[in-house]
């Protein structure tokens, strides 16, 4: 399954710069497991995982009925760009 492609399709609407979305796809710690990783810029990592975590837990959600089709448990896991470099 494509799991790069269905999170495109749920974030892209969301986040202000869709082509700076990172998504790595890996196993996890078992074979079932499948580890995603979602790197953005800090604006958009915040839109991602919204207050108190209700955006994350959503596109868990959606997601992991995805990866039952497949018999796998999906982990995502949302981070940003550092910014180091970047002068202020």
Not at 68 to 76: D, F, G, Q
């Amino acid at each position: 399954m494509d799991y790069e492609a269905i999170i495109h399709s749920l974030i892209d609407p969301i986040v202000s710069n869709p082509e700076s979305i990172l998504i790595r796809v890996s196993e996890g710690t078992s074979p079932k497991d499948v580890l995603i990783l979602i790197v953005a810029e800090q604006e958009d990592a915040s839109r991602l995982i919204g207050r108190k975590g209700t955006v994350a837990n959503a596109l868990r959600e959606v997601i992991s009925v995805a990866g039952k089709n497949e018999n796998k448990r999906i982990h995502l896991k949302f981070e940003s760009f550092d910014e180091e470099g970047k002068e202020d």
